[in-house]
């Protein structure tokens, strides 16, 4: 997957403030979903590091 990863931002979400950056498709630029770069609360410090990307956006191409 070509995908590029945006600024970092706080932003307050379901589970708590997280620091997140939106991630992007290399070729159209479209905003696929976000990455957990920091969790405030220590309950969700698992998820740094990880990537949420919406299934709706993602396309199963030559697999």
Request: glycine share 6%; proline share 2%.
């Amino acid at each position: 997957m070509n995908v590029m990863v945006g600024p970092k931002e706080d932003r307050q979400l379901m589970t708590g403030l997280h620091t997140v950056a939106d991630v992007y498709c290399r070729d159209c630029r479209e905003v696929l979903g976000w990455k957990y770069e920091r969790a405030y609360e220590e309950t969700q410090k698992y998820k740094e590091g990880k990537f949420i990307l919406e299934k709706s956006k993602i396309v199963k191409e030559n697999w």
